[in-house]
């Protein structure tokens, strides 16, 4: 069957879809039905199933007999080691931190906080709390102890597990002092924490409260599974850039489980013994679907990468690992592959290596412009596929579904949506809008498996948020397109569509046509307040490396390419050459920040933000572009 009747099967019948779906999960008792709908909006699956997740991601692989499969490959180019982990070794690993957990009293139900960097002891860790029905939330690694401090009070742990320190290729970042920090400022104080020393740094522990990771497993009797039910938590992950209070997206146990089983196979291509690589942090959903539980689920191989596109050490160390793990399927960033491209744009780097594995490239976390994906696809030889979703939903909305049929690819597109998902484009008032039309993209209720039920403790601010703007749709607060082939299109997010002289313009569509000149690496555009015309674009290039053409040159240029391909109604007069962009620690361009420098508003720092110093550099870019200044003075 090809993509169209499987879509078709799901809309025909989604509760004999997902309850066929769910036959590839073991159950310690199935459920009676798919869809709980008695308290709509608020949906629930599976809910009276009985299941384990880390039964499903480690046990079962075992007890089929393939307990001496590599389950987790540790590759850090920082610390220049590469290490395997089998299935049985993590079985063993996860029943004893599993263990030691519960002979100090937690249980299911009870909330962990793990705090570590890309090392196999934070899958280790997410798994053991899967193993207990312990509700764990990964925060990422480093984050400022404001932040921890903030998702300490809002999930109240039991404990928390972390690391001494992380790694950055020239420094070490010290995640001990940030987490003691954290503790002192939060009200609510955990009952205890294990700190995994790493031999970069070794951590001073706090008498009576701290556990080194080993001394804590010793003599302790390793944990059996517990089963739980289908709409038990199985973790809250906190959305990035959040202010005040956070925003715990809740993830249900079995709809997590039967939601990633399917993605893996039918999306990504990947079976039990296939070898499968996210490049991304456990910190962000990615990391949750697709480094831990995805692959793991599916019985692959999965990769804990400690490393950075380009400077650890060259912009070839992807295909590098790509060659030397056999890996079949990647995921990775836009932004990854705008860096890489930005310091090798002959892909001279990508030749050194013997790709022979590869079948796919996955591209999400931003818009992938299309000129990234005709490069990565030119240099690669393999699909580059763009795929859209959400740390709310945990897998892709839209995509190629690989496992199905490769559909023609159209630079731009994340392609088409998956069962489960109904996307709409509404107009302001919740209409939809004809084919080919910019609007709001919404899904009509109720989302699948595996996207969130809830926020944690807050399910009058999940209804504002989420479902009230448009009564009976998940409002993505994404803009877009659908084209009459039925092919998405994500042009910006709500808030990036911007208003000129009355013309609703995608900050996207300006970027797209940025990106295509020969000389610009990444770009951004945002809309900065126009007495005259409410707003106007203003453009961010970044350079490839080696341009020797002069910067008011480059800058003439793409004004006029917008001009020619978006017309005179764009308004683009105004782009500035900056060294890099601000973004969140998992590749998101800032770019609402930086239109508030260029409004000259106050603003707080995102707590995501990778390296605050680029704001001063863009501060500085649009001063000599005459912002603020320019927007008040007309």
Avoid at 124 to 153: K, Q, Y
């Amino acid at each position: 069957m090809g993509y169209r009747e499987i879509y078709s099967a799901w809309q025909a019948d989604p509760e004999g879809f997902w309850m066929q779906a769910a036959e590839a999960i073991d159950w310690k008792q199935k459920p009676s039905k798919a869809l709980f709908d008695d308290k709509a909006p608020i949906y629930e699956w599976f809910s009276d199933g009985l299941v384990n997740t880390c039964w499903n991601a480690v046990d079962r692989h075992v007890l089929a007999g393939r307990g001496d499969q590599i389950a987790i490959w540790h590759e850090s180019p920082i610390t220049l080691t590469t290490k395997g982990i089998t299935y049985r070794q993590l079985r063993d690993r996860v029943a004893s931190l599993a263990g030691a957990l519960r002979m100090r009293g937690v249980e299911k139900g009870d909330r962990v906080i793990i705090y570590m960097p890309m090392i196999p002891e934070a899958i280790e860790a997410m798994l053991a709390c899967a193993r207990l029905g312990a509700v764990h939330s990964v925060v990422f690694g480093g984050f400022a102890a404001n932040e921890l401090a903030v998702r300490i009070d809002d999930c109240q742990p039991k404990a928390i597990i972390a690391a001494s320190c992380g790694l950055e290729p020239n420094r070490v970042v010290h995640y001990k002092p940030l987490l003691d920090a954290a503790i002192d400022m939060s009200s609510h104080k955990p009952e205890f924490c294990v700190i995994f020393q790493r031999e970069q740094e070794v951590a001073r522990l706090v008498e009576g409260r701290d556990f080194s990771w080993h001394g804590f497993q010793y003599g302790v009797k390793p944990a059996d599974c517990v089963p739980v039910e289908g709409n038990h938590p199985a973790y809250i992950l906190y959305t990035s850039g959040t202010t005040g209070q956070p925003k715990g997206v809740v993830r249900h146990t079995a709809g997590h489980l039967v939601a990633l089983q399917w993605s893996m196979t039918n999306i990504y291509n990947i079976e039990a013994g296939d070898r499968f690589w996210a490049a991304s942090d456990v910190g962000w959903v990615v990391g949750h679907s697709y480094i831990c539980y995805g692959p793991l689920i599916a019985g692959a191989t999965t990769v804990v990468f400690e490393g950075k596109p380009v400077g650890t050490p060259h912009p070839g160390v992807f295909w590098r690992t790509i060659q030397n793990l056999r890996i079949k399927s990647f995921f990775t960033a836009p932004t990854a592959l705008r860096a890489i491209r930005r310091e090798d744009p002959n892909g001279d780097w990508i030749r050194r290596y013997k790709l022979h594995d590869l079948q796919a490239l996955f591209l999400a976390g931003e818009r992938a412009d299309p000129d990234t994906v005709q490069w990565a696809q030119e240099h690669l030889g393999v699909p580059v596929i763009d795929h859209w979703w959400q740390t709310e939903t945990g897998w892709a909305i839209a995509a190629n579904p690989m496992g199905i049929e490769t559909l023609p690819i159209k630079p731009g597109s994340p392609s088409v949506p998956m069962p489960g998902y109904d996307v709409q484009v509404l107009d302001e008032a919740g209409h939809p809008v004809p084919a080919g039309t910019l609007g709001a993209i919404a899904i009509k209720l109720p989302l699948p498996p595996g996207t969130l039920p809830t926020l944690w403790n807050a399910e009058e601010r999940f209804r504002k948020s989420y479902l009230d703007h448009f009564p009976g749709y998940y409002e993505t607060g994404d803009a877009g397109y659908i084209d009459e082939d039925g092919y998405l299109y994500i042009m910006a997010r709500t808030d990036d569509v911007i208003n000129v002289a009355g013309h609703r313009l995608s900050t996207g569509a300006m970027e797209e046509v940025l990106a295509s000149h020969s000389a610009v690496a990444e770009c951004a555009v945002i809309g900065v307040a126009d007495s005259l015309k409410g707003q106007s674009p203003v453009g961010f290039l970044c350079l490839k490396a080696g341009i020797t053409t002069s910067h008011d040159q480059v800058v003439r240029e793409v004004v006029q390419l917008v001009r020619d391909r978006i017309g005179p109604v764009a308004a683009f007069k105004s782009a500035c050459v900056v060294d890099r962009l601000p973004k969140t620690r998992s590749g998101k361009i800032l770019r609402a920040t930086m239109a508030k420098i260029a409004d000259g508003e106050e603003f707080k720092t995102p707590a995501t933000i990778d390296d605050p110093s680029v704001l001063d550099e863009i501060r500085k870019a649009l001063g000599q572009i005459g912002y603020p200044e320019a927007a008040k003075a007309d």
